[in-house]
């Protein structure tokens, strides 16, 4: 069963339109305008087609085949729509169109009597993947796999101090698109306690994704077939030092909270990068200075830093090991240091028997491959503990992404996403 390339390449084109920073890359947040945009064009797609379209006080969205038969196993093939800050065109909208692309070829053969599957079939787009708005990752996943609940709904801000509750609320002044019968978002009240997902009704959960790393473009390889997904700790500090004129200062009497930081980050830099395994990596993406003025020394400094790996150990093990130089760095210097446990996700073997199935596939198909590991997190990570759970990579040129260089061959971007309809019909017997 070939899916058309031309409809999943022209899909990505469009949806790529759908950015508040043309030009400057793809910038697309869960619950706004845009990302109504975009929902919009795949709502349509999905009626069009004749699909059931379910979406769920998160707003994560469920795609049904027309053809679904009510109490048969599902098969569910997504991943996200939002991105992070001035990011790629594909990170997560991919695997939405790759789903999209074999529900629409499903429907075709279907309607032709030339497939008759044993299962349903359903895309999932889970919301908020990026934690764009509110720093936690996979956060729609996150409640649908019960990790979150009503707490978070109100424990989770966004940088003007917005709950992700007030948020959800207020997707009532977000307007509905006069082409879809159906409304965009679930604008009841915000109950979460339909949500968690009913593991019992899935069979299989997919997720096309572009690799967002070099191992793929670097090797000359054009799929990846993922075993483990790595796990993650994000973990806040706050630097407060003493505020004080740029020059009448002398240097040894200061408290500066920016050179605090910056020793601290270095130190833990060089730790991580100085591991044998080379595998871990550590980052410090955000930070914010006050009063970020040239002419005072900074007196508070708030960063994130995230520390990834696929082993637990080592996660645990440099989280602590950067806690401490960060509180060590402040005790010499004489500063506070507070510090925040934001998020965590542990890290995700993949089902065995999918991983073991695909790679006999593209053997058979010849496609050059390899078995690996995604130092990206998925929201295929959430549902991998309860069902079985398969990733495929596209290779990312020049191992870029999460920037507006992100980017991957057309024709590898064509030949993963017929390996995800291979796969799926494989699934739907
Ligand atoms: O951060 C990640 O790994 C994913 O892109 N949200
Ligand atoms: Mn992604
Ligand atoms: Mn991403």
Known sequence: MKINEQRLLGNLHELRKFTTTPGEGVTRFSYTPMDAKARAYIIKRAE???????????QNIRIGLGANVPGRPIVLAGSHIDTVQNGGWLDGIYGVC??????ETLTEEIGRGTFVPSCNYEVILFAEEEGSNFGSTMTGSKFLAGKYGEAELDSLKDGAGNTLRQRLAALADIPDAPECA?????????DVSEVPLDFGTIKTMLELHIEQGPVL???????????????????????????????ASPMSERADALCAAAEAITECESIVRSDEDHRTVV??????????????????VHLT?????RDKAKIDGYTQICIDTFRSVCEERGLECSIHEHSSSVPIVLSRRLVGEMTRRAEDHQINFKVM?????????????????????????????????????????????????????????
């Open 48 to 58: 069009a087609a004749g699909c059931s379209v379910a979406i769920d006080a998160l």
């Open 98 to 103: 790759g789903a999209l692309e074999v529900m």
């Open 182 to 190: 159906l409304p965009l978002y679930n604008r009841g009240d915000v």
């Open 217 to 247: 473009d670097r090797e000359g390889l054009s799929m990846g077939i993922v075993d483990n997904i790595f796990g993650m700790r994000v973990v806040e500090f706050t630097l407060s030092g003493l505020g004080n004129h740029a020059g």
């Open 283 to 300: 980052t410090f993406g955000h930070i914010e200075m006050l009063p970020n003025q040239s002419n005072v020394i900074p007196e508070t």
């Open 305 to 309: 830093m995230e520390v990834r790996d």
């Open 373 to 429: 590991d995604s130092g990206a997190v998925h929201d295929a990570c959430m549902l991998a503990e309860h069902v079985d759970t398969g990733m495929i990579f596209a290779p990312s040129i020049n191992g870029r992404s999460h920037v507006p260089e992100e980017d991957t061959d057309e024709a590898d971007l064509v030949s993963a996403a017929q390996f995800l309809m291979d796969t799926v019909l494989e699934e739907l017997k």
